[in-house]
């Protein structure tokens, strides 16, 4: 499995909409990773669920949360146990979770980003998408880290 470096994050860092790169197909996109939503499931014994994006950088999410509301100051917040994005750029990808109940291991982690590498994705770990944004193409108003450039909502 190879792993993001800077350099990668700067290769994907293309001119076009701030959304996508031009050419991309999201249709194509989501077809490749439909299947990996069975083998993660079966990975961690996890229900997941393709969510897609709209502006955002990112055009799909593969997730697993924690069906159980749970109450956070006051507010009703559900957990994700995993959640894997995939970004219009660069064919990357990263793994997040901010379940209480489930933390997510590194080796489980690692498992993940395995088999989501093994279908032509780049991982890029949550440490590097959280340096500063030090891309040169474009840049979105705002975007200081990697993570908000190829992973967040416009």
Known sequence: ??????????????????????????????????????????LTGLSFEVREAQDATFFAELDAYDPNPKTLHGTSCI?????????????????????????????????IAAVVSNAGFLYAPLELLKLPYSGVKFSQQGAQDWWYHFFEYS
């Open 1 to 42: 499995m190879k792993i993001a470096t800077v350099d990668d994050l700067i290769d994907a860092d293309t001119f076009g909409n701030e959304e996508a790169p031009p050419h991309f197909d999201r249709d194509e996109a989501l077809a490749r990773i439909a299947p990996l939503q069975q083998e993660l499931g079966r």
């Open 79 to 111: 957990e994700t146990y995993v959640g894997v994005r995939f970004s219009a750029f660069g064919n990357l990808f990263t793994i997040w979770s901010t379940s209480s109940t489930r933390p997510l291991a590194d080796e489980e982690r690692l498992k």
